[in-house]
């Protein structure tokens, strides 16, 4: 472990010091936020007594991303749960959004050295050890992922940053340089072990041994997470963030049984149900909406923040030695369909049709009819065959059969051939409507 007395922290006295780290990170809302000032005033808790302490946070309202957005003018197009002058700022990261307007995530030093020190025990559960090489391929340019490369450092790796877009690039550098890790997207990953079979580079006996995977939902699903692994000849590992709470707060250790909260004693987590907006338990295999809450933040400091990223936790012992708890994520709620009152994940659907490997290339796309949350079933599934397989009514039959009863809604599987649909050097987009 990078830091074991916290990693290895006993639950019961890091939730004493939790507790005392939130009730001054909400007297600094109240005092410093305006936008949390008047949130918390609007819901009866106008001071840190009202707001109590960490096992009271369930009665304080929870914080919608729109909120925040809705809270920026042009004096303050960061929103006015800025609660620093501007002059303290020493970063303001962006993230994509999807409407065009960005939305900004600003930083002072101690936030950032926070956020490198949180994500430094999440990479570093993977196993990878000072003196070892990484090749990274985050374009992380205006984004939050840019500050995941002061955590190489950090760690004492010899870092070889050769970003997306550019898989030749890559591929020499793990041929020449000889990198014991690599760190992309499942995506990525998965996309390279095609590029490589064409091409006739070994992947699968490169000097990779560890492949980190991060930036979107699959690199936990069984058999995705099977294939990456035969395809590299190497451990894969997940790690996750959230751009307006800080990068890798979670990451996977050896054990591969759920990533592991790195960012211990900074983020409290929370799960709750997402339609109600109830607190659930966290417990072992519990399912909800991940909420987070800073418990130092400075610049722009969030209270129960609704990540939209559902996920399963547990909180038994792990084999490590880490005592914080992990979760694997299921899906984004922006992703999600419903069908006849059921909630179906694109990424839960891909996981289902993956266990049909060797007779599935792993790639599926989920064309709904309608712009709609909800579908009338069945729902249009494509699955693409892997390389010389062909279609037959049987296969597409047996997986209807499968995403039925694993997933309770009916899907009409239209088999496509290899290569047909998208390959993503990023994220994959399983869903075109
Ligand atoms: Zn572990």
């Known amino acids: 472990m990078l830091d074991p007395e916290v990693e290895a922290r006993d639950p019961a006295r890091q939730f004493r010091l939790d507790d005392a780290s939130f009730r001054k990170q909400a007297a600094y809302l109240l005092d410093r936020s305006p936008f949390y000032r008047d949130k918390l005033a609007g819901a009866g808790f106008a001071t840190a007594e009202a707001v109590g302490g960490l096992d009271a946070i369930e009665a304080l309202p929870l914080t919608e991303k729109q909120e925040i957005r809705a809270s920026t003018t042009a004096g303050n197009p960061i929103g006015a749960h800025l609660a620093v002058p501007r002059d303290q700022l020493v970063r303001i990261y962006s993230t994509s959004g999807t409407t065009g307007t960005p939305s900004y995530i600003p930083l002072t030093a101690d936030d950032l050295d ?3 020190a949180a994500s430094a025990r999440s990479y570093s559960a993977s196993g990878i050890r000072a003196g070892e090489t990484v090749v990274s391929t985050y374009n992380a340019g205006p984004f939050v992922a840019g500050a995941a490369l002061g955590v190489f450092d950090r760690l004492g790796l010899c870092h070889v940053p050769v970003g997306t877009g550019n898989t030749e690039r890559l591929v020499a550098a793990i041929g020449l340089l000889k990198p014991e890790a690599a760190v992309m997207t499942p995506s990525y990953a998965s996309y390279l072990i095609e590029w490589a079979a064409e091409r006739g580079f070994d992947l699968k006996n490169s000097s990779v041994k560890r492949l980190l995977v991060a930036g979107e939902p699959g690199g936990g699903e069984p058999a995705l997470r099977a294939r990456l692994e035969a395809g590299w000849g190497a451990k894969v590992t997940e790690a996750m963030g959230i751009g307006d709470i800080g990068i890798s707060l979670w990451g996977e250790c050896e054990e591969q049984a759920g990533m592991h909260l790195g960012a211990r004693g900074f983020v409290h987590a929370e799960l709750i149900d997402p339609d109600t907006g109830e607190a659930l338990a966290m417990k072992d295999g519990a399912r909800g909406e991940l909420v987070l809450t800073h418990l130092r933040h400075q610049a722009a ?16 012992p792990c084999a490590c030695g880490r005592t914080s708890p992990r979760l694997r994520c299921i899906g984004r709620t922006d992703d999600m369909l419903i069908l006849r009152g059921v909630n179906v994940f694109p990424s839960a659907i891909r996981e289902v049709v993956g266990a049909f490997a060797p007779a599935v290339s792993g790639a599926i796309l989920v064309k709904p009819a309608t712009d709609s949350v909800k579908q009338e079933p069945p729902l249009p599934v494509a699955v693409e065959l892997a390389k010389g397989v062909a279609a037959d009514m049987a296969l597409a039959d047996r ?6 009863a694993a997933l309770v809604f009916q899907a009409s599987v239209e088999l496509v051939p290899f290569g047909t649909l998208a390959r993503s050097e990023y994220k994959s987009k399983l869903v075109r409507r």
Request: aromatic residues 12%; hydrophobic residues 40%; positive net charge.
């Open 114 to 116: 926070n956020w490198v």
């Open 301 to 316: 400091p969030l209270l129960r923040f609704r990540t939209r990223d559902h996920v399963e936790v547990w909180t038994s």
């Open 399 to 404: 997986i209807g059969e499968r995403l039925r």
